[in-house]
């Protein structure tokens, strides 16, 4: 993002109080997130701001409307979960806010900037200086060890002290004695834990989680669970896709999809329990 220093904390000011809107109650989010709105922090900075955002891929013979009229805000200090069944279009939002896809109608807005039709530069800066991904399937890269791969996501941001970066993130996700092993040689828990440092290392506000706990055990999903709680907590932005409504309860907000709209947005049904509650 134009002007903004890749060395900082989640939710300070250089990323909040742009002209465009953010700071506003009108950004609180749903017609039923008024409970949430506290707890989004949508009164310090919307980060995330979706006006009617659709996107339709057009096939040769058919077409698919993979998203209809979206409006979404998210604040700060939010972990929002993404709820819905399989093909209702939670990868392509998550790819819109993300800047790896373009919408086909609407406007998506990362910290007041305008990325929607942006330049490819601007919108590389997004990805450098907004948002970071995590995945299903880790992603690590296979030939660097753990402390490389971490390494990797404080040096692609530009980070200063980066080796000082990657140590504290390392320890914080408890890998501090893992920092030397290849990937192939940790658990798929211990890989997601380095795949979550690695996105943590660049700094960057907003955390997208791709059904992050989909290819664990449920202990070691809870752990990656509490990470990602943990990270929302310090200030960040994170949204988790998941098909599983239990992991939704740890929510500070929760929107379902249905076939690519929104049909539900507010705190979790029942209210939120601690990640320990969690029975999947
Ligand atoms: N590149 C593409 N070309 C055509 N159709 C696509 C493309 N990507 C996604 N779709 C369609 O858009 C719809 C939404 O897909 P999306 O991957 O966002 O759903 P999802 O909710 O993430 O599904 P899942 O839970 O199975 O991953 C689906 O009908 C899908 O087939």
């Excluded at 002007?3 to 109080?17: C, L, Q, V």
């Excluded at 997004?126 to 970071?132: F, P, T």
């Excluded at 408890?174 to 290392?201: C, D, K, N, T």
């Excluded at 939704?248 to 947005?265: C, F, P, Q, W």
Aim: charged residues 25%.
């Amino acid at each position: 993002m134009p002007g903004g220093p890749a060395d900082r904390e989640p939710g300070t000011a250089d990323r909040t109080g742009t002209a465009e809107g953010t700071g506003t109650a009108e950004g609180t989010g749903s017609a039923d997130g008024s409970e949430s709105a506290d707890r989004t922090g949508t009164a310090e900075a919307v980060r995330i701001d979706l006006v009617g955002v659709g996107k339709r891929y057009d096939g040769r013979a058919t077409g698919v409307t993979a998203l209809a009229d979206v409006t979404l805000r998210v604040g700060a200090r939010c972990l929002l979960v993404i709820l819905g069944p399989s093909g209702c279009g939670k990868t392509t939002l998550l790819n819109l806010i993300g800047t790896l896809d373009t919408p086909t109608t609407g406007t998506v807005r990362l910290d007041g900037v305008d990325v929607t039709r942006a330049s490819r530069r601007i919108r590389r800066e997004a990805r450098r200086e907004a948002v970071s991904f995590v995945f299903q399937s880790f992603n690590l890269f296979p030939a660097l060890t753990a402390r490389e791969n971490v390494r990797f996501g404080a040096d692609v941001a530009g980070r200063d002290r980066a080796g000082e970066v990657t140590d504290e993130v390392l320890a914080g996700v408890g890998l501090a004695e893992r920092a030397a092993h290849f990937p192939h040689q940790l658990s798929g828990g211990e890989q997601q834990r380095v795949a979550i440092a690695r996105a943590i290392a660049t700094g960057n506000p907003i955390l997208l989680a791709d059904e992050p706990t989909g290819e664990l055990d449920v202990a070691t999903g809870v752990r990656i669970l509490e990470l990602l709680r943990g990270q929302s907590a310090q200030g960040r932005t994170v949204l988790v896709v998941t098909h599983n409504r239990e992991i939704a309860r740890i929510a500070d907000r929760v929107i379902e999809l249905s076939g690519g709209r929104i049909v539900h947005d507010g705190p979790p049904p029942g209210g939120q329990v601690p990640v320990a509650e969690l029975r999947w």
